[in-house]
């Protein structure tokens, strides 16, 4: 079956650290980019990090630079989102989408919740 | 960054009706916008790419118009499967950005 599982999600405390991943299976991922999206509670999707195939060229949102660092593992098929300094506004449901030709996400996980509260 | 606005933020409309959903950019993004549909705790589905292409197995009532700053998601008769929330999304700039997102739903 083709698809992402995104894992890693949970509660955390303000100023707190999680890290995500997300596994591809069933679909090349080592030669695309990829991206985090998030989406917080009864809001729109929100961009917040890319990272191209050879983890050469990084971008992030304004709003989580400094604080979250995005990876990949190719040998494992795996990226990651290193996320720090976390605050109440960094909850979300976080998912991660392959970015094919003219940088279209075609494969999207099926998310997984982050809840920053104290 | 890249403003992506889209109207209305909202719709109702009935089974069978034609529905169209505007995205303005703030800058010119030639075709690189694309439109993506998501049903409530289910992730973004990519309908239509650069502008006008229709993603492989998606619908042809899906169609999409407009280049520069201007374009347009048309569903030609809208069917209960499609009562959803619509988003657009530039890939001009690396910091890739969405619209605010248009939900329709059944009048």
């Known amino acids: 079956e083709v698809q992402l599982v995104e894992s890693g999600g949970g509660l955390v405390k303000p100023g707190g650290s999680l890290r995500l991943s997300c596994a591809a299976s069933?679909?090349?991922?080592?030669?695309?980019?990829m991206n985090w999206v998030r989406q917080a509670p009864g809001k729109g999707l929100e961009w917040i990090a890319s990272i191209s195939s050879g983890s050469t060229v990084i971008y992030y949102a304004d709003s989580v630079k400094g604080r979250f660092t995005i990876s990949r593992d190719n040998a494992r098929n795996s990226l990651s989102l290193q996320m720090n300094s976390l605050r109440v506004e960094d909850t979300a449901v976080y998912y991660c989408?392959?970015?094919?030709?003219?940088?279209?996400?075609?494969?999207w996980g099926q998310g997984t919740l982050v809840t920053v509260s104290s | 960054d890249i403003q992506m606005t889209q109207s209305p933020s909202s719709l109702s409309a009935s089974v069978g009706d034609r529905v169209t959903i505007t995205c303005r950019a703030s800058?010119?993004?030639?075709?690189?916008l694309h439109w993506y549909q998501q049903k409530p705790g289910k992730a973004p589905k990519l309908l239509i790419y650069a502008a006008s292409n229709l993603q492989t197995g998606v619908p042809s009532r899906f169609s999409g118009s407009g280049s520069g700053t201007q374009f347009t998601l048309t569903i030609s008769s809208l069917q209960p499967e499609d009562f959803a929330t619509y988003y657009c999304?530039?890939?001009?700039?690396?910091?890739?950005?969405f619209g605010q997102g248009t939900r329709v739903e059944v009048k």
């Open positions: 989408a392959r970015e094919i030709a003219v940088s279209r996400s075609d494969y």
């Open positions: 069933g679909i090349p991922v080592n030669d695309y980019s």
């Open positions: 800058q010119n993004i030639i075709t690189y």
């Open positions: 999304q530039q890939s001009y700039s690396p910091l890739r950005t």
